[in-house]
């Protein structure tokens, strides 16, 4: 029997809509609240706790720190919302990265081309879907690390409010997805603990060659 979209998916996705449509509403207004943030940057930047607020929430938006989390909630029990939350990264990925290239938005800072939309802020939105629909208590700590990273974004200067708009769109849309395919076909995948376990080691392995590569690029490393 087909399973279609739960109706707690469907308002999900009406949502993701409405954000997209305040996306597309607040692009041509992005440099004045761009402004406005830069202008507070200075005073905000002297704040010890911001700065400390801001480290905190940072690697929240990263996919591996997501994956290890996504992982770790499989070791504790709760593979169904592994393999959610493993789809909705995926998904998220796939869905995110061609709008950059193809859009080619400069971001605030002038680093590069991928400004539209936020990846951090479409991951952290992917991955909190599948444990808000299985645990609807979750909602206000969801939307708190996920304004939180959306924010973090914009005050670092790294993207306008409309990124960060589409990258939520994008991460619930995905998320909702995610958790359709999940029951559809999430039957046929057993999601052993061992392969949470050799997942993890080998994230690790490989942020850790990443990290030494960097160093090592860098002058003097």
Known sequence: MKRAIPRRGVLLLIIAAV???AAWLAFPYDKYFSDIFRAQDAEWGRQHTIQE??????????????LLLA????LWGRRRRTLEIVLAL???????????????RERPGVTNYHSFPSGDTASITAFCVPLVHAHPALLPVAAGAIVAVAGGRVFD????????????AFGLAAGVLAIWIAGRWGGRVRL???WCVWFMLGLLVAQGALWLALYRSMPGG
């Open 157 to 168: 200067g790294k993207h306008y409010p409309s990124d960060v708009l589409a990258g939520a």
């Open 19 to 21: 954000v997209l449509l």
């Open 71 to 74: 992982m770790l909630l499989g």
């Open 90 to 104: 995926i998904l998220v990925s796939v869905m995110v990265w061609p709008v950059k290239v193809i859009v080619g």
């Open 192 to 194: 052993r603990r061992g």
């Open 53 to 66: 607020f801001l480290q905190l929430v940072r690697p929240l938006g990263k996919s591996d720190v997501l």
